[in-house]
């Protein structure tokens, strides 16, 4: 008899009868034959650190590596994994998460999930591929190899908006510079609204000679930030204070700005190179992000153009990704071919010889 509702929920449900399950379920078991894989996660994760056997406990290397496979999965972002790891039983169960613990933050995360290196998923992608031919999955001796594009999470590389992201960044860390250390004197004066409604006038201008006033009035007001940030980070490399940790601080954030600061000049150099000269720059000079300047432009087929960069991909007859690789700039997939064959062969013989 159907009933109006739910008077008692039961206290736990024990396993969940869905593919996406079971699905989980084969992962896990993978993972668990090959605990090499933690190992391996385990090394990055404690490289930095100098005393192991102390401190917070934090996320397991078991735990790290099962929630990146839930991410990649999902296409989750950070905030939407938190979330998620922690509410169905299943990515609860495969991330190894008690049914008491409190599951992890945003921030956790991604810090943690970013500490394993580019080195170390290869790695684990090896173990996986050796793994599969030890069960007759995968042999490796017939492969497709094939080039496609990965896009950069990045807006539409503008000059007026690279300008725009290079004033509000500096002048941002600029001024928090000012805050944590007072006693420096550094000097700072604010030019976001003004570069910003500069950046909304080019937007809007109906023509390239109306554009022409707004943004050398935009590339003369990031000029000047560049300038209060040089001077900045300036006096934060030289403070000496007598707290370490200050010290630290201070040259950490120097850092970070010096790293802006190259970035901010290189993006100005292009803005009048191409919009005042009217010069035409080349693609490999370029700065198209200040959040992703790895970013390279790659037009396919002489029609779309994107901003990311391009990857082999390697599979196998069991449709196993065997192999990928990211290319710098934008070769021919002719050229790659021969690269990709050789990389081929080189992994079945280390997979063998394990």
């Not at 599969?132 to 896009?151: H, L, M």
């Not at 970013?295 to 396919?300: A, G, N, P, Y």
């Not at 901003?307 to 070769?331: A, E, F, M």
């Amino acid at each position: 008899m159907r009933k109006k509702y739910q008077k008692q929920m039961s206290i736990m449900i024990i396993s969940v009868d869905h593919p996406h399950a079971e699905k989980l379920e084969h992962i896990s078991r993978i993972l668990d034959r090959n605990p090499i894989i933690y190992e391996m996660a385990l090394q990055d994760l404690t490289v930095n650190v100098s005393n192991p056997g102390t401190g917070a406990e934090g996320m397991t290397a078991e735990q790290i590596v099962r929630a990146a496979i839930i991410k990649q999965m999902e296409d989750y972002s950070y905030e939407n994994l938190a979330f998620h790891i922690v509410d169905p039983i299943c990515y609860r169960q495969f991330c190894r998460i008690g049914i008491r613990d409190k599951g992890f933050g945003k921030s956790a995360l991604c810090s943690n999930i970013k500490a394993l290196s580019p080195e170390t998923w290869e790695g684990i992608n090896r173990v996986i591929l050796g793994d599969a031919e030890d069960k007759d999955i995968e042999k490796g001796r017939e492969v497709r190899i094939d080039c496609t594009v990965v896009s950069s999470n990045i807006h539409d590389p503008l000059d007026s908006n690279l300008l725009w992201d290079s004033v509000r960044v500096l002048a941002r860390m600029v001024d928090q510079a000012k805050s944590r250390f007072d006693d420096l004197g550094i000097q700072f004066t604010d030019h976001t609204r003004r570069a910003k409604r500069r950046m909304l006038a080019i937007l809007n201008a109906k023509s390239e000679k109306a554009r022409k006033k707004p943004y050398a009035d935009l590339i003369k007001v990031t000029r000047k930030t560049v300038g209060y940030a040089q001077s900045a980070a300036s006096l934060l490399e030289g403070y000496v204070p007598t707290n370490a940790a200050l010290m630290t601080t201070a040259q950490a954030m120097a850092e970070e700005l010096k790293k802006y600061i190259e970035l901010a000049w290189r993006v100005i150099e292009q803005t009048e190179r191409r919009v005042i000269h009217d010069e035409s720059v080349p693609a490999s000079e370029k700065v198209v992000s200040i959040f992703e300047p790895h970013t390279d432009i790659i037009v396919k087929d002489r029609r779309e153009t994107h901003y990311g960069h391009k990857i082999c991909l390697t599979g196998g007859v069991s449709n196993l990704i065997v192999d990928c690789v990211i290319v710098d700039g934008n070769p021919a997939d002719s050229t790659l071919t021969g690269q990709m064959i050789d990389r081929q062969n080189d992994i079945m013989v280390v997979t063998r010889s394990r």
